[in-house]
């Protein structure tokens, strides 16, 4: 069972330099999400969507952008890099906003 | 905003001592709790959900509890192993005015470390 799958595993980027995280899930799931995770911090919301077709901004939203036009992929793009997007990326997803949600095995992003 | 803070943020106990860990979140009105597992340089695998209406869960050695009035949910392990050692993460997923949810809400975990 896949489950949840994102791409790349760990990726370099120059200041600048724009790149889309992959993230694809098998379960038919209604919801996606992307986190993010710095050191010795928990995970924080970038955006979410509930449906194809449908995204709204999480807590920390400023510097990415989202798109969802089918269910099985929601990729995450980072325009013009800054240092401070350093960080593990996380996606998820769940049925509905309140079950179980599933895990991807993360995408370790540097920008230098 | 829902908070949710955990303790201790670090932990070091003994092979086969039964542990607790602790997490507390300040928006009482939850959908559900999630407990997750972290191993280093990982994804994130859920150990156990309690929906707002329950009050534990149990899957093996695991047990976890929700208290909504008190904003507390534990995760209790018992008979702890060298390979129950990770990051220990709760999350709580928080109801909106309109019925939704927008995501969880992490605490920042706790380090757990079994002595063999």
């Known amino acids: 069972n896949a489950g949840v799958t994102q791409t790349p595993k760990f990726r370099i980027l120059k200041i600048g330099q724009s790149m889309t995280l992959q993230c694809t899930q098998d379960m038919n799931h209604n919801y996606m999400y992307w986190y993010r995770q710095d050191p010795g911090m928990g995970l924080k919301l970038i955006y979410y969507?509930?449906?194809?077709?449908?995204?709204d901004k999480g807590e920390v939203p400023n510097g990415y952008n989202v798109s969802r036009s089918t269910t099985e992929d929601f990729p995450l793009r980072l325009e013009l890099a800054a240092p401070s997007q350093t960080s593990v990326y996380f996606c998820a997803s769940s049925d509905t906003g309140a079950t179980e949600a599933f895990f991807g095995q993360g995408t370790r992003l540097t920008v230098v | 905003k829902q908070e949710v803070t955990q303790i201790p943020a670090a932990l070091s106990v003994p092979e086969g001592e039964n542990l607790v860990l602790n997490c507390s979140f300040t928006d009482s009105a939850i959908y559900n709790l999630q407990w997750f597992r972290q191993d280093p340089g990982k994804g994130l695998t859920s150990l156990l959900l309690i929906q707002s209406s329950q009050r534990e869960q149990t899957s093996g050695r695991l047990n976890a509890s929700l208290d909504k009035s008190s904003g507390r949910s534990t995760l209790y392990i018992a008979a702890s192993q060298p390979g129950d050692s990770a990051t220990y993460l709760c999350a709580g997923a928080t109801m909106y005015s309109g019925g939704g949810a927008d995501g969880l809400t992490f605490g920042k975990g706790t380090h757990l470390i079994i002595q063999p």
């Open positions: 969507s509930v449906g194809a077709g449908i995204t």
